[in-house]
């Protein structure tokens, strides 16, 4: 973890570079929110690692710039694009997510086009797809965080959140460290795979 005072690309490079440093030789997967430069940040330390922009984050952009009245239809048209069966299908959706939508709310649906990295979950296996088309499965984690800090109020100083955060990320890590989380279990040949691929 690193505690910066602003959230940047550059901050997170620093992050993926310590992890590269520390040992951690192959990455295939990244998941992050649409933060501007995060590829580049990534494939300037990993190469070979993909990159996925989280659906859930993409969701929540489009739902804060279209009017009351749209929401429920537009988010249902772009959850299509992210529950498809398969890439092919997924591309069709989006096509008609644009075609339906670019009228209304250029801005929004260029936004969505412009994402590079939108559709990357479709080349894993099907088993683990739901888990990696967003961010949610560390969020939950920073939102129990996030609510452990407010019941503290505050910190002496810097070493003692520190102290706080590790002490978190140990029990996080003890707890999850022998389970296989959902599909992951039934992919791993591909996943394996797919690891051979990048050396």
């Known amino acids: 973890f690193s505690i910066a005072p602003t959230e940047s690309a550059q901050v997170w490079e620093e992050l993926i570079q310590r992890l590269h440093d520390r040992g951690t030789e192959s990455v295939l997967l990244f998941i992050s929110d649409g933060l501007q430069g995060m590829t580049d940040a990534i494939h300037r330390v990993y190469p070979r690692a993909k990159h996925q922009v989280c659906c859930?984050?993409?969701?929540?952009?489009?739902?804060?710039?279209?009017?009351?009245?749209?929401?429920?239809?537009?988010?249902?048209?772009?959850?299509?694009?992210?529950?498809?069966?398969d890439k092919q299908e997924a591309l069709n959706a989006l096509d008609q997510?644009?075609?339906?939508?670019?009228?209304?709310?250029?801005?929004?649906?260029?936004?969505?086009?412009?994402?590079?990295?939108?559709?990357?979950?479709?080349?894993?296996?099907?088993?683990?797809?739901?888990?990696?088309?967003?961010?949610?499965?560390?969020e939950?984690?920073?939102?129990?965080?996030k609510r452990y800090v407010k019941r503290k109020e505050q910190f002496p100083n810097e070493d003692a959140?520190?102290?706080?955060?590790?002490?978190?990320?140990?029990?996080?890590?003890?707890?999850?460290?022998?389970?296989?989380?959902r599909g992951f279990g039934k992919a791993k040949p591909e996943l394996v795979r797919m690891f051979e691929e990048l050396e």
């Open 56 to 85: 859930v984050h993409v969701a929540r952009n489009i739902a804060n710039k279209v009017r009351v009245k749209d929401r429920a239809a537009i988010l249902d048209d772009f959850k299509a694009v992210y529950k498809a069966e």
């Open 97 to 138: 997510f644009k075609n339906r939508w670019t009228k209304s709310y250029p801005r929004v649906v260029d936004a969505v086009m412009s994402q590079d990295h939108l559709l990357t979950f479709y080349d894993f296996p099907v088993s683990i797809r739901q888990s990696i088309y967003s961010t949610n499965l560390i």
């Open 140 to 145: 939950a984690f920073n939102k129990e965080i």
């Open 161 to 181: 959140l520190e102290r706080f955060l590790v002490t978190q990320f140990l029990d996080y890590n003890h707890k999850f460290s022998m389970r296989c989380h």
